[in-house]
């Protein structure tokens, strides 16, 4: 529970940060840039957290992934903000602009866990 704690509010901070620096900057407009780089970021941490933590580690150091992968992802990536702001943009009549968030959050989502993947195990073997 400690690690879901400290690893949850720790990716809660870090969204947040990181939501206000994207929508402080000149050029965001339209599509949520903020959101759009937390998804794809997100899985980009808990692809390689996957891999690393529950395919590289031994067993006994599993609960690691409860800090970074339950805790600090789950806190961290915003699929709920996603949604709403995808809605947003359809119900102001930005169809194009919620089409463009819906796809390029899932291929450049599953383009990041793909990436993360393939670097771990261009480092090394599993075990």
């Given at each position: 529970m400690f690690l879901l704690f400290m690893g949850g509010g720790l990716g809660t901070c870090v969204?947040?940060?990181?939501s206000s620096w994207f929508n402080a900057r000149p050029w965001v407009h339209g599509l949520p840039w903020?959101?759009?780089?937390?998804?794809?970021s997100g899985s980009f941490i808990l692809g390689m957290a996957a891999v690393?933590?529950?395919?590289?580690?031994p067993p006994q150091h599993q609960n690691w992934y409860l800090?970074?992968?339950t805790g600090f992802c789950g806190g961290y990536t915003?699929?709920?903000?996603?949604?709403?702001?995808?809605f947003?943009?359809?119900r102001d009549g930005?169809?194009?602009?919620a089409l463009a968030n819906v796809v390029g959050s899932v291929v450049a989502g599953f383009?990041?866990?793909l990436l993360a993947v393939t670097l771990i195990h261009a480092i090394g073997p599993p075990r």
């Open positions: 969204r947040w940060w990181l903020g959101t759009f780089a937390i998804n794809v690393l933590i529950l395919e590289r580690l800090l970074v992968g915003t699929f709920s903000t996603f949604e709403w702001e995808t947003k943009l359809v930005s169809w194009m602009f383009a990041a866990v």
